[in-house]
């Protein structure tokens, strides 16, 4: 199991609610990534960061958006949550302190769903 | 742009028999990774094999191996002896080496179920 933690897993919102999706990572890596995931669907990229103080977005837009302050912590803002922002959030990571497997396989943690109501 | 296509939405097996689940891949690049990933329902997604596109020969973990076929763009799992266990949704993933935040493109995902 790789290092790489997400809270809540679970959380029920109102409308208009803001919420930020707490991820940590104690691997040391560099790069850490936002997905997200309808049931039993594919995962879209949505943020990413290379370190501190680098944060891009990705391939699928969100209104989402994110901070980088310290290497272990990638947390995820949703100011004002609307009923479209339920899905499910997959926090990632990789870097190259991971020996193991020299193309810098992606960890994930097990993941935040979020519904609003 | 990669992309990864999984050409089967559903799969299923009887316990202890032997699965393959597909996948093809579209790249101009010549160097690269693939993966495929394991997500139990609610669960993490789970590292389940890897491959380096330079290596010719096809990587085994347990009972996981892939049938990568280079010119077919191809990277196709097989599963042997399916355990209960195995029971999940399976991804397919790609990733250049070069690019902006080295990220993995995903498949649409295979469900595997397992009969006992």
């Known amino acids: 199991e790789a290092d790489i933690y997400q809270t809540p897993r679970y959380l029920v919102i109102g409308t208009g609610k803001k919420i930020t999706l707490e991820c940590s990572q104690t691997?040391?890596?560099?790069?850490m990534y936002w997905y997200q995931q309808d049931p039993g669907m594919e995962l879209h990229l949505i943020h990413y960061?290379?370190?501190?103080?680098?944060?891009e977005k990705g391939d699928l837009s969100s209104e989402s958006t994110v901070s980088r302050i310290r290497t272990e912590h990638f947390p995820l803002t949703l100011e004002s949550a609307r009923p479209s922002h339920t899905s499910q959030y997959l926090c990632?990571?990789?870097?190259?302190?991971?020996?193991?497997?020299?193309?810098?396989?992606?960890?994930f943690g097990e993941g935040s769903w979020l519904t609003v109501v | 742009a990669q992309t990864v296509t999984q050409s089967q939405p559903e799969m299923s097996v009887q316990e202890a028999e032997t699965v393959t689940l597909s996948c093809t891949y579209d790249?101009?690049?010549?160097?690269?990774?693939l993966f495929w990933y394991k997500q139990p329902p609610s669960r993490q997604m789970i590292l389940v094999i890897r491959?380096?596109?330079?290596k010719q020969q096809n990587a085994t973990e347990n009972r996981f191996s892939v049938n990568f076929q280079k010119a077919a763009k191809s990277f196709s799992l097989k599963i042997s002896d399916s355990q209960l266990g195995d029971a999940a949704m399976y991804f397919c993933?790609?990733?250049?080496?070069w690019g902006a935040g080295n990220m993995l493109t995903f498949g649409g995902g295979t469900r595997l179920m397992v009969k006992p």
């Open positions: 993933a790609y990733r250049s080496p």
């Open positions: 790249t101009s690049e010549s160097d690269y990774y």
């Open positions: 491959q380096e596109a330079y």
């Open positions: 691997m040391g890596h560099d790069k």
């Open positions: 960061s290379y370190g501190v103080n680098s944060t």
């Open positions: 990632a990571s990789s870097g190259g302190q991971d020996l193991a497997f020299s193309g810098n396989t992606i960890y």
